[in-house]
């Protein structure tokens, strides 16, 4: 082989070739990608808090909305998810926020699994018990998980509201409360005292029954008897009914 066919064989191979001014275009784009970033870095730092606050906030709007379409249908599982997702965004309103968390509490309740009904409660601030209805569940989730003290502290509380705010239904609620903590600590006479504060705002109230049996442990059958009547008189409960008719019976047995 001759020298210069081993000269050509051996030189380097020359590598693509760019064309004119694609160096200067790379240079370009890379500068308008780096001023871009500081653009977005410098708008982020003035407006990202309140763009992610907003979208934060819509999401826990739905999350609300979700749970109570699925309340209404009475998914009370899904529903609760749906409440606690939405209480782990943030609300315009703290009413709005309150109000999420009642549901947890109240559907809790509902389902009877009130140890944990009183936990999601007492994450809420007193602000979110302004109203007397607020009360209902959560000091009737205490009276049934046992915590007796506790439900007669908050239901004397939750009767206040209540009266000041003219809600006789709830006046019914925290007397019914009060009514069954005195019978379980033996203050029979209390519980009398809170049973009549019921029956005068509803004649057909199921107190009645309460303190028939009350009255019956105390051998006042004769008073005992007429709860039973005037329960009969004025209540359309057919389970109640059947009830206080056995109940009356019993006690004319025994006199």
């Not at 309150?98 to 109240?106: E, F, L, N, Q």
């Not at 389902?111 to 007397?132: C, G, N, T």
């Not at 046992?146 to 502290?153: D, I, K, L, V, Y």
């Amino acid at each position: 082989m001759s020298d210069a066919a081993t000269d050509t064989a051996q030189a380097p191979q020359a590598g693509p070739v760019l064309p004119k001014g694609a160096y200067e275009s790379f240079l370009a784009l890379a500068g308008l990608c780096f001023a871009a970033m500081c653009c977005f870095v410098f708008l982020y730092g003035l407006y990202g808090p309140a763009v992610t606050a907003g979208l934060d906030r819509a999401c826990a709007e739905a999350s609300f909305e979700a749970g109570k379409k699925l309340e209404r249908l009475g998914n009370y599982d899904q529903a609760v998810q749906y409440f606690r997702r939405a209480m782990e965004g943030h609300f315009n309103d703290p009413e709005r926020r309150y109000m999420c968390g009642r549901s947890i509490g109240d559907l809790l309740f509902h389902q009877q699994r009130y140890a944990e009904a009183i936990d999601a409660y007492e994450q809420l601030p007193s602000e979110a018990f302004a109203s007397a209805g607020a009360w209902s569940g959560y000091v009737t989730s205490l009276w049934m998980d046992g915590h007796s003290e506790r439900a007669q502290t908050l239901a004397l509380e939750w009767l206040g509201k209540s009266e000041a705010q003219g809600n006789s239904e709830q006046v019914l609620w925290a007397n019914n409360v009060l009514m069954r903590v005195a019978e379980k600590a033996g203050r029979l006479e209390e519980a009398l005292e809170r049973g009549r504060a019921m029956t005068a705002i509803d004649p057909g109230s199921g107190a009645h029954l309460v303190m028939a049996n009350i009255l019956r442990a105390l051998d006042r059958r004769e008073e005992a008897l007429a709860h039973c009547s005037t329960f009969l008189s004025h209540s359309s409960s057919t389970k109640l009914r059947d009830d206080a008719q056995r109940l009356r019976n019993a006690i004319a047995a025994e006199m």
